[in-house]
């Protein structure tokens, strides 16, 4: 049976890794986001990975075992004693996020700690957490499993209180 597993790779070898991961058969997911760098003498579009050292894959057990011999490799994400397992519904989840989430600006409204339902667009039905980040709302989305959370802004309009 597949799952998806997070690797802690190598600095910087995330997208090397991918690619040999992926060159193997194995599926894999990389969220990369688009930025632009400044620099004294120059400014620069890169794409980089959004969770450092991170890589995310789609195996059985014998992939397991097969990962683990690629330069890059460190290790599987564990927590405690066991390796983490990340829910297909947690990949989604982050997904789109990743792919198809158009950051607005969150006006006033609710307060800061309101569980709150996102109402429309690609994380509709999906529950988070209303926080203050920089002087700003938004909304926390927890992957419980990666134990991360990505920190959003949403339209008031698109946000009702739990």
Not at 104 to 131: F, M, N, R, W, Y
Request: glycine fraction near 6%; hydrophobic fraction near 40%.
């Amino acid at each position: 049976m597949k799952q998806w597993y997070a690797i802690y790779t190598a600095v910087n070898a995330e997208k090397k890794l991918y690619n040999r991961v992926i060159a193997s058969g194995i599926d894999a997911y990389l969220p990369l986001e688009r930025m632009t760098r400044q620099w004294s003498d120059r400014k620069k579009e890169i794409i980089k990975p959004i969770f450092r050292s991170y890589l995310f894959v789609y195996q059985n057990i014998d992939e397991y075992y097969k990962v683990k011999c690629f330069p890059g490799f460190l290790r599987y994400v564990s927590f405690g004693n066991s390796v983490s397992i990340i829910p297909d519904s947690e990949m989604i989840l982050m997904k789109l996020i990743v792919d198809n989430f158009n950051k607005k600006k969150v006006t006033a409204g609710l307060v800061k700690g309101d569980k709150v339902k996102i109402l429309s667009g690609p994380l509709e039905g999906h529950v988070g957490v209303l926080i203050r980040d920089q002087g700003e709302r938004k909304v926390a989305l927890h992957i419980k499993n990666l134990k991360h959370s990505f920190i959003l802004n949403i339209s008031m309009n698109d946000i009702v209180k739990l």
